[in-house]
């Protein structure tokens, strides 16, 4: 029992920008690698790592479609929820505006999680492509200068798991590809809305006095969408 705790102990911690699943990976103990050294060694052939890379590049680019797929998903989610919800706002002209920035934000929340989703996709699909840009095109282009500096990246990779980009640019990406035209279309939804209903509002004045929420102002209604769609 005291031999187990101290190498339990000694384990090495994960870094600070692992994925979730790193801690699987980082329990591998110093005692471990000092015995795996003094084993016995064979040197790999030619032919099982081209096998082992063949059969890992293969896994990776499941792995990488898995996670495409789920990007996907909780972009459905978002264009399901803002067609659903403009639907109901303009189907009739007592329906309240609010429900489309009630919508708003529950877009938000799925683009913040479609880019948790996009940082874990990010860690296979760079796997992919080192591997392609470093093995495959030595097998495609053999008399190139050989370059190994691939290889020791995906050790780098290997051994301690961690995130390739950080989250607000992974906010970023999405928001540029996808998200941007979706707040584009509820923030034009919503003043139309507002503007329309229930009879056109030929002031500004008459706007900004429907926009009101509750005990909540028009005026901070409307500066509240403007900062959020700016």
Known sequence: PGDRSKTLQTA??????SPE???????????????AQRGPSRKVTTAEFNAAMVHFYRGEVSRANT??????????????????TLS??????????????????????????????????????????????????QMLLPDAPADDAWRLILVDDLKTPHF????????GRRLRRNY????????ASWNLKVYIHPLPAYTF???????????VPGEIVFMFGVFVNA
Do not use: C, K
């Open 12 to 17: 090495r911690p994960a870094p600070s920008d």
């Open 21 to 35: 699943t790193a801690p699987i990976h980082q329990t591998i103990t110093p005692e471990q690698v000092a015995a």
């Open 67 to 84: 996670w495409r797929n789920r990007l996907d998903t909780t972009t459905n989610w978002a264009v399901l929820t803002t067609g659903a």
């Open 88 to 137: 109901f706002a303009f189907s009739s002209p007592t329906n309240p505006h609010f429900v489309i920035l009630i919508n708003t934000v529950l877009v938000t929340f799925f683009l913040f999680m479609e880019a948790r989703r996009y940082r874990y996709y990010e860690i296979w699909s760079s796997r992919v492509r080192v591997m392609e840009t470093g093995f495959l095109t």
């Open 164 to 171: 390739t980009i950080s989250e607000w640019e992974a906010v």
């Open 180 to 187: 941007l035209w979706i707040f584009a279309l509820l923030a």
């Open 205 to 215: 004045d008459g706007f900004i006095e429907r926009a009101t929420i509750g005990v």
